[in-house]
């Protein structure tokens, strides 16, 4: 089955830096476009950034410059590098991949990041 763990999360201070691991099974994960969601408590889960089939990267705004996003197809592992942490950046981050042949989402457990201030 398709699984998703993410891992790297804690917690850390407002200035300081994190990379996030996403360890995938049970699909071609070389060939996959795969991104990184966030969720925050009360509010709606947004999409962080995405990593496209062609090796393109798109951010969301809010964390443009800040965080980059990387993948090693021979480790089968997405990474999410996030540097200048705020509190704002305090969330459950989950890995997510959407694949074609299933015509479905999946979605890893989410580790979460506390951003103090």
């Known amino acids: 089955q398709v699984q998703l763990v993410e891992s790297g999360g804690g917690l850390v201070q407002p200035g300081g830096s994190l990379r996030l691991s996403c360890a995938a099974s049970?699909?071609?994960?070389?060939?996959?476009?795969m991104r990184w969601y966030r969720q925050a408590p009360g509010k709606q889960r947004e999409l962080v950034a995405a990593?496209?089939?062609?090796?393109?990267?798109n951010y969301a705004e809010p964390v443009k410059g800040r965080f980059t996003i990387s993948r090693d197809n021979a480790k089968n592992t997405l990474y999410l590098e996030m540097s200048s942490l705020k509190p704002e950046d305090t969330a459950v981050y989950y890995c997510?991949?959407?694949?074609?042949?299933?015509?479905?989402?999946?979605w890893g457990q989410g580790t979460q990041v506390t951003v103090s201030s």
């Open positions: 997510n991949v959407y694949l074609l042949v299933t015509m479905s989402t999946y």
């Open positions: 990593l496209t089939s062609g090796g393109s990267t």
């Open positions: 049970g699909f071609t994960f070389s060939s996959s476009v």
